[in-house]
């Protein structure tokens, strides 16, 4: 009987901690589940540690913020088995201004997108080295939805890059008897957001800050949600999108390339950034339509969303990282 391949040993390195509950450690989490089984992997958030000896491949989250643990990699084993994931900030815009994350680019064998638009943002000369994993989740059925008023959802902590403010425009522009019920769910990690938060919640008694919830919490109020809003400035590729879609929620969000690669050049539920104008008058005519069932906008959003639910399927996501993590071995 031919010998069995050994399972190769593969350090996952994230800056971010299990404490902050962000995006990046939530993939690296999830990255590692997805390896179980055909991969020993470990997160770490610095390398090498004392485990490094035996490592085979590193798959590298955020090029500037892993910057240390890339070069510690490169300066022992060169760019063999060195893969480098870029998110959030990395593309929008670190890769464009920052010496750090562009030798990271630079030094990795092979570079992972979270979503098709951040191709066109990375420098032409990375591209062919670059592939797409769209990040995935469990697919969910929706839970029973009230007629009584539109719930509406928006999932994201309160910084800038968020834009929160435009959700608090549109807020503060819906009456409070016109059916649009708006729940927040975030931790605050600016004062200044958390205080305007506080005071929108005051004078509007049609919205919640509901600060940070768990995971499980969160998708429970996704699948509850007739619409999930996400009006973003900046945006490497957000798994709350991904979650939403596969819930059976759909999305209105912003018309920024890391929404647009998730959701599709083509659509509708896309509103300019800071256009609350259009979200507000949006919103309004989703809670207007509820009483036609079966046609309008979340009709129209939901099918759109189902047809793209495939891309972010977990069996997807786990072969497309072990394609990559082979390629990275070779």
């Known amino acids: 009987m031919a010998p069995q391949p050994t399972r190769p040993r593969i350090a996952i390195v994230c800056p971010a901690t299990p404490e902050s509950n962000n995006g990046n450690w939530r993939t690296a989490r999830r990255w590692q589940h997805l390896l179980q089984g055909v991969s020993q992997a470990r997160i770490v958030q610095h390398w090498p540690d004392a485990q490094a000896q035996r490592d085979e491949v590193m798959l590298a989250l955020h090029a500037r913020k892993s910057a240390p643990s890339i070069a510690a990699w490169y300066a022992r084993q060169g760019s063999q088995g060195l893969g480098v994931?870029?998110?959030?900030?990395?593309?929008?815009?670190?890769?464009?201004?920052?010496?750090?994350?562009?030798?990271?680019?630079?030094r990795a064998a092979s570079l992972v997108l979270l979503q098709t638009q951040a191709l066109q943002a990375l420098?032409?000369?990375?591209?062919?080295?670059?592939?797409?994993?769209?990040?995935?989740?469990?697919?969910?059925q929706a839970l029973p939805k009230t007629s009584r008023h539109l719930r509406v959802l928006m999932v994201g902590h309160l910084r800038e890059e968020k834009n929160p403010h435009m959700l608090w425009r549109a807020v503060r522009a819906i009456a409070p008897n016109a059916g649009v019920r708006v729940d927040h769910i975030g931790v605050a990690l600016d004062a200044a957001l958390a205080h305007e938060a506080?005071?929108?919640?005051?004078?509007?008694p049609h919205y919640r800050w509901l600060h940070g919830l768990s995971h499980q919490d969160t998708l429970r109020r996704i699948q509850r949600a007739h619409l999930?809003?996400?009006?973003s400035r900046s945006e490497g590729g957000a798994i709350v999108i991904s979650e939403a879609i596969r819930c059976g929620t759909p999305v209105l969000a912003t018309r920024i390339d890391g929404n647009v690669g998730l959701l599709g050049a083509d659509y509708g539920g896309l509103v300019a950034p800071d256009d609350d104008a259009t979200l507000t008058a949006q919103l309004l005519q989703c809670r207007a339509e509820q009483t036609v069932?079966?046609?309008?906008?979340l009709q129209h959003w939901q099918a759109q969303c189902q047809a793209r639910s495939a891309l972010f399927d977990p069996a997807t996501e786990r072969q497309a990282l072990q394609a990559w993590v082979l390629a990275l071995r070779r």
Do not use: N, W
């Open 85 to 106: 994931a870029l998110t959030g900030t990395d593309i929008y815009p670190d890769i464009s201004r920052d010496a750090l994350a562009m030798r990271s680019l630079d």
């Open 123 to 140: 420098p032409e000369v990375f591209r062919a080295k670059a592939r797409v994993i769209f990040q995935s989740c469990g697919e969910r």
């Open 198 to 204: 506080t005071a929108t919640a005051q004078a509007c």
């Open 228 to 231: 999930l809003v996400h009006t």
């Open 293 to 297: 069932p079966g046609t309008g906008l």
